[in-house]
């Protein structure tokens, strides 16, 4: 064991290579149901080169690795080892911005660059990314793109990777790997035995001077092998630096909120925004989410659920470079017509909250602490796709199996984003706890699993299969299973990224 933890410090250095029982601790449990595990080392990489010899180790010496991009707190159990020995390789460290391009709209980062950091250095370019909403503060700019949680601009969600474009990848047999327009790119020599990939900036600086972008994805050939590594949980590669398709800074920004008794009064209104694409965010909130969002803790939280209608769908219109506030305000009066048709109104301020406030908050990456612990420290989520017109169905399942539980209703968040264009929609419900409260712990826990099989079988898609999704998931299509399996054996054939995930064995 002392040979193998010597051989993992010459390629990290011995303060990158971190086993004091506090650290270990940290990494062995998050904000989920998965059992605690504790692992062998913290290894945290400074370079792609230093993070394929970890992975070439790895299968030397069959150790399990685990990647990890974002800072503490974790929350989805994907992070925490399930097998004995592992290795977390934390790439936090490797947060350089790499390049930004105004023009052609497209920013490469490493997986340790957070929300935090790359907003403020975007919009001196003009330019931002499509968020999700409120990421913690040490949230991976990667790690939210790669796991697919959604944007909160339906219009730019041209797929369900976006803002995804190429990455470099380093697979489970140690292999680097470039895909999309820099699918082989910057090969130095002609043989195998002595080829070596060219850093990136050297290749952008040469595709800037024929105007050239890092913006096709595709590729190698006809093969999408982003879509291989996106919401695997890093069983399939471990992304060293990843190109993202960026946003116009806009010059002029208005928010609306539209209150509604009834989540299908705006569902209707929504399937109308979403066809004629007049909007940038969208998203629909209960009571409880939206005081969670605004409140700074639980007295004020619960106050706030008193006041705030039932239902709130927010509302983002935004004009860039050409007459900017022109657009704007055509926007908001067509909108304002089918608002009407609707029986719905545009509504700058609604009992308890401002659309001011609500912008203010949805479009920067969470305070501390992180808004799903406010309310009573800890919180589950369940999150599942279905398309939009089936969300009351799927909201009323979970509020029955919730009273069945004797859990509160009007704690249950409920959180409604379209994606993919309108095509589908994901739906999140929060359940927040005591975590101090044992009793309270294990009626959620068991809420959790009775709510996620119900809404299995109605018919939720676990796209992002974490814990005991992944069986849900899995079990229902024996076919796809067995393709997974196959693809692991060829990029990952001795198991050592992150096994016991999805359908892997541990």
Same mark, same amino acid.
């Given at each position: 064991?002392?040979?193998?933890?010597?051989?993992?410090?010459?390629?990290?250095?011995?303060?990158?290579?971190?086993?004091?029982?506090?650290?270990?601790?940290?990494?062995?449990?998050?904000?989920?149901?998965?059992?605690?595990?504790?692992?062998?080392?913290?290894?945290?990489?400074?370079?792609?080169?230093?993070?394929?010899?970890?992975?070439?180790?790895?299968?030397?010496?069959?150790?399990?690795?685990?990647?990890?991009?974002?800072?503490?707190?974790?929350?989805?159990?994907?992070?925490?080892?399930?097998?004995?020995?592992?290795?977390?390789?934390?790439?936090?460290?490797?947060?350089?911005?790499?390049?930004?391009?105004?023009?052609?709209?497209?920013?490469? !980062?490493? %997986?340790? /660059?957070?929300?935090?950091? #790359?907003? @403020?250095?975007?919009?001196?370019?003009? =330019?931002?990314?499509?968020?999700?909403?409120?990421?913690?503060?040490?949230?991976?700019?990667?790690?939210?793109?790669?796991?697919?949680?959604?944007?909160?601009?339906?219009?730019?969600?041209?797929?369900?990777?976006?803002?995804?474009?190429?990455?470099?990848?380093?697979?489970?047999?140690?292999?680097?790997?470039?895909?999309?327009?820099?699918?082989?790119?910057?090969?130095?020599?002609?043989?195998?035995?002595?080829?070596?990939?060219?850093?990136?900036?050297?290749?952008?600086?040469?595709?800037?001077?024929?105007?050239?972008?890092?913006?096709?994805?595709?590729?190698?050939?006809?093969?999408?092998?982003?879509?291989?590594?996106?919401?695997?949980?890093?069983?399939?590669?471990?992304?060293?630096?990843?190109?993202?398709?960026?946003? !116009?800074? %806009?010059? /002029?920004?208005?928010?609306? #909120?539209? @209150?509604?008794?009834?989540?299908?009064? =705006?569902?209707?209104?929504?399937?109308?925004?979403?066809?004629?694409?007049?909007?940038?965010?969208?998203?629909?909130?209960?009571?409880?989410?939206?005081?969670?969002?605004?409140?700074?803790?639980?007295?004020?939280?619960?106050?706030?659920?008193?006041?705030?209608?039932?239902?709130?769908?927010?509302?983002?219109?935004?004009?860039?470079?050409?007459?900017?506030?022109?657009?704007?305000?055509?926007?908001?009066?067509?909108?304002?017509?089918?608002?009407?048709?609707?029986?719905?109104?545009?509504?700058?301020?609604?009992?308890?909250?401002?659309?001011?406030?609500?912008?203010?908050?949805?479009?920067?990456?969470?305070?501390?602490?992180?808004?799903?612990?406010?309310?009573?420290?800890?919180?589950?989520?369940?999150?599942?796709?279905?398309?939009?017109?089936?969300?009351?169905?799927?909201?009323?399942?979970?509020?029955?199996?919730?009273?069945?539980?004797?859990?509160?209703?009007?704690?249950?968040?409920?959180?409604?984003?379209?994606?993919?264009?309108?095509?589908?929609?994901?739906?999140?419900?929060?359940?927040?706890?005591?975590?101090?409260?044992?009793?309270?712990?294990?009626?959620?826990?068991?809420?959790?699993?009775?709510?996620?099989?119900?809404?299995?079988?109605?018919?939720?898609?676990?796209?992002?299969?974490?814990?005991?999704?992944?069986?849900?998931?899995?079990?229902?299509?024996?076919?796809?299973?067995?393709?997974?399996?196959?693809?692991?054996?060829?990029?990952?054939?001795?198991?050592?990224?992150?096994?016991?995930?999805?359908?892997?064995?541990?």
């Amino acid at each position: 064991m002392a040979e193998k933890k010597d051989e993992l410090i010459k390629i990290v250095g011995t303060e990158n290579a971190i086993d004091d029982p506090a650290t270990l601790d940290g990494y062995s449990k998050d904000h989920s149901f998965i059992p605690p595990m504790k692992p062998l080392m913290v290894a945290r990489p400074r370079n792609a080169d230093e993070v394929q010899a970890i992975v070439k180790w790895a299968n030397q010496t069959s150790t399990p690795l685990v990647p990890v991009s974002s800072g503490l707190p974790h929350f989805r159990g994907d992070s925490v080892p399930s097998r004995e020995g592992a290795v977390i390789v934390d790439l936090s460290g490797m947060n350089r911005i790499i390049m930004m391009d105004r023009r052609n709209r497209v920013t490469i !980062v490493e %997986p340790g /660059v957070t929300f935090s950091q #790359l907003q @403020p250095e975007l919009a001196k370019e003009g =330019l931002r990314l499509s968020m999700p909403i409120m990421p913690r503060a040490s949230k991976s700019v990667l790690g939210s793109v790669l796991e697919r949680e959604p944007i909160m601009n339906p219009r730019y969600a041209w797929s369900l990777n976006e803002p995804l474009r190429c990455i470099e990848t380093v697979m489970g047999n140690g292999e680097m790997f470039r895909t999309g327009e820099l699918a082989g790119a910057g090969v130095s020599t002609s043989t195998r035995e002595e080829a070596k990939l060219i850093p990136v900036e050297e290749i952008m600086e040469l595709r800037r001077k024929t105007q050239d972008t890092a913006l096709y994805q595709y590729g190698p050939g006809q093969f999408n092998f982003h879509k291989l590594v996106s919401a695997a949980q890093g069983t399939m590669g471990i992304v060293t630096w990843a190109s993202l398709r960026c946003e !116009v800074l %806009p010059k /002029v920004q208005k928010f609306f #909120l539209v @209150p509604s008794e009834r989540l299908d009064t =705006l569902i209707d209104f929504a399937y109308k925004l979403l066809r004629i694409r007049f909007h940038d965010e969208l998203m629909l909130l209960n009571s409880s989410t939206l005081a969670s969002i605004l409140g700074e803790g639980a007295e004020q939280i619960a106050g706030l659920k008193k006041e705030l209608p039932p239902w709130t769908l927010v509302l983002g219109l935004t004009g860039r470079d050409v007459l900017a506030e022109e657009r704007v305000a055509f926007l908001e009066k067509d909108i304002g017509d089918i608002a009407q048709q609707c029986n719905v109104r545009l509504e700058a301020a609604i009992p308890g909250a401002t659309a001011e406030q609500v912008a203010a908050a949805v479009l920067n990456p969470s305070k501390e602490p992180f808004w799903k612990l406010r309310n009573k420290g800890d919180c589950r989520d369940i999150f599942f796709l279905t398309t939009l017109n089936r969300a009351p169905e799927f909201t009323a399942t979970m509020n029955s199996v919730a009273e069945a539980s004797q859990y509160p209703l009007s704690d249950v968040g409920m959180y409604i984003q379209p994606t993919h264009l309108g095509t589908s929609c994901h739906v999140e419900f929060s359940l927040p706890f005591d975590p101090s409260d044992e009793k309270e712990a294990a009626m959620v826990q068991e809420l959790f699993t009775k709510a996620s099989e119900e809404l299995s079988t109605q018919g939720a898609f676990f796209s992002r299969p974490y814990g005991i999704w992944a069986d849900m998931a899995y079990s229902r299509n024996a076919q796809h299973t067995s393709l997974s399996r196959k693809l692991k054996g060829l990029f990952d054939p001795n198991n050592v990224l992150n096994p016991g995930k999805l359908c892997f064995q541990a």
